[in-house]
T-cell receptor, first 117, second 116 residues
Framework: AQKITQTQPGMFVQEKEAVTLDCTYD???????LFWYKQPSSGEMIFLIY??????QNATEGRYSLNFQKARKSANLVISASQLGDSAMYFC??????????????FGSGTRLLVRP | NAGVMQNPRHLVRRRGQEARLRCSPM?????VYWYRQLPEEGLKFMVY????????ESGMPKERFSAEFPKEGPSILRIQQVVRGDSAAYFC??????????????FGSGTQLSVL
């Protein structure tokens, strides 16, 4: 069963506008963590933001914020004031069982974001 | 403070050859993870190692693939008798400890393996 679903294969956004990248997840664990990574064309994986299942508030990191809706099992990434350098693939990932020892992340299939000038 | 270092960045092999991918974790990190990314897909977990121990290899093919993380030196992902389907980007990640809820997983830049 697919545990991380990113339904938008590709997205366009105008420079300086905000964009939301969707992510839904499926888990029976009470403790889990949700991550977003950016992969530019150069290929490296860049950590953007993290949300723990017990965190009361939505995570924010600069222009990135995570819209965490636990009941809906969604963890959408919001990028404000888009820049040309934001053009990249974006991956949502989940880590189950935070008390355990494994960082076995489960990744979604990604969303390719293109920022238009 | 150097990040996770992977080499080579690109590796070309002919079918039947062996591929050896290296990963040096961040300083102070004792946990290493290998992931594989096929074109236009997300990363898939392969194996999780601590120094001298394989903790979880549930994502690694049973044949031709092996991984080690010796007491000294980098972690090695070894693929014997490569086939075209092994062509992918292989990422290594490291973490300092386990069980901490918001530990970031730091990734290297990956090794792009191309099998001719």
């Amino acid at each position: 069963a697919q545990k991380i679903t990113q339904t938008q294969p590709g997205m366009f956004v105008q420079e300086k506008e905000a964009v939301t990248l969707d992510c839904t997840y499926d888990t029976s664990d009470q403790s889990y963590g949700l991550f977003w990574y950016k992969q530019p064309s150069s290929g490296e994986m860049i950590f953007l933001i993290y949300q723990g299942s017990y965190d009361e508030q939505n995570a924010t990191e600069g222009r990135y914020s995570l819209n965490f809706q636990k009941a809906r099992k969604s963890a959408n990434l919001v990028i404000s004031a888009s820049q040309l350098g934001d053009s990249a693939m974006y991956f949502c990932a989940m880590r189950e069982g935070l008390g355990g020892s494994s960082y076995k992340l489960i990744f979604g299939s990604g969303t390719r974001l293109l920022v238009r000038p | 403070n150097a990040g996770v270092m992977q080499n080579p960045r690109h590796l070309v092999r002919r079918r039947g050859q062996e591929a050896r991918l290296r990963c040096s974790p961040m300083k102070g990190h004792s946990h290493v993870y290998w992931y594989r990314q096929l074109p236009e897909e997300g990363l898939k977990f392969m194996v999780y190692l601590q120094k001298e121990n394989i903790i979880d290899e549930s994502g690694m093919p049973k044949e031709r693939f092996s991984a080690e993380f010796p007491k000294e030196g980098p972690s090695i992902l070894r693929i014997q008798q490569v086939v075209r389907g092994d062509s992918a980007a292989y990422f290594c990640a490291s973490s300092p400890a386990s069980g901490t809820s918001n530990e970031k997983l730091f990734f290297g830049s990956g090794t792009q393996l191309s099998v001719l």
